[in-house]
């Protein structure tokens, strides 16, 4: 093994998202630098690619690279009935609300694996909602696209995500919601048959539809305060009027110029409804 030093600076970095946006049509210019960095310099110590130089060379020759590149860089950390106290808001104050419509509209926003798909199917079919619902399950990376079609999760994991259901209000019994199949669980096929995954790139892509929910949670923490705002310029316009927007415990409305035009059904799960 070589123990040459990995190295690249802020400079080179700029430069490499730059060829990433030219050449791949993925802006990552204005994710928070500081995570960035970490993350580039992690995949290049685990590719084995010491310089900027290289990693630039073999983004530009190799579509595998890239790829692989695309799946170390996004994030996706994620589990089922994730915050369980965020589960037991929408149970209580969100899907009452959005029962009154005929036909539910729900977006996924980074949706990563799926598996916070999967807990909302899991809220809405418990609700009675599912079969008048659609779901929008939507992220940059196809590998995690493919593998959240799949509906195919680690054995090992579904004890934690019994404890995250039952503290989130669980209403039946969880594992009536897959199949085990050697180390695998396989997602019930009736609670994925309405989700729709495909993907989408917040940074560049546009509305694409109107939503009386929008989930994006730990997804805009990595984002600089201009392309938060840009983003919730954009849920903002995909929500239908009093429509709902989830984000992630450690984020917020702060850093918007347009935060007036929501207000906090959740301060502490960071629940907010369209108001105008």
């Known amino acids: 093994m070589s123990n040459r030093k990995v190295d690249i600076n802020e400079e080179e970095l700029e430069d490499l998202l730059n060829l990433v946006n030219e050449i791949h049509g993925y802006d990552f210019t204005n994710y928070a630098r500081a995570s960035m960095h970490r993350r580039v310099f992690r995949f290049m110590n685990d590719a084995g690619f010491h310089n900027a130089c290289d990693l630039k060379a073999g983004l530009l020759k190799d579509k595998a690279i890239f790829d692989f590149f ?36 729900i977006w996924h926003a980074g949706c990563s694996s799926g598996e916070e798909v999967f807990s909302m199917a899991i809220l809405l079919h418990e609700a009675g909602l599912l079969q008048r619902s659609i779901i929008y399950a939507t992220d940059i990376n196809p590998y995690n696209i493919e593998k959240a079609k799949k509906g195919i999760l ?12 039952l503290n989130a209000a669980g209403e039946s019994d969880f594992a009536s919601y897959y199949t085990a199949m050697y180390d695998h669980a396989i997602i019930r096929k009736d609670l994925r048959e309405n989700i729709v995954f495909s993907l989408h790139n917040l940074v560049t892509d546009h ?8 989930l994006c949670r730990n997804v805009m923490i990595y984002f600089n305060h201009e392309l938060q705002n840009r ?46």
């Open 70 to 105: 695309l799946q170390r860089i996004t994030v996706n950390v994620t589990e089922m009935f994730r915050d369980p106290e965020f589960y037991k808001v929408i149970r209580q104050k969100v899907l009452p609300v959005i029962a009154s419509y005929p036909r539910i509209k």
């Open 154 to 165: 680690p054995l090992d994991v579904m004890k934690e995500y019994v404890t995250n259901y």
């Open 207 to 214: 509305v694409f539809n109107e939503f009386q929910l929008i």
């Open 231 to 276: 983003v919730i310029r954009l849920f903002h316009s995909s929500l239908s009027s009093f429509g709902f927007l989830a984000l992630g415990i450690k984020e917020s409305l702060l850093f918007s110029d347009i935060k007036n035009k929501f207000e906090a059904v959740s301060s502490q799960e960071k629940i907010f409804k369209r108001i105008r």
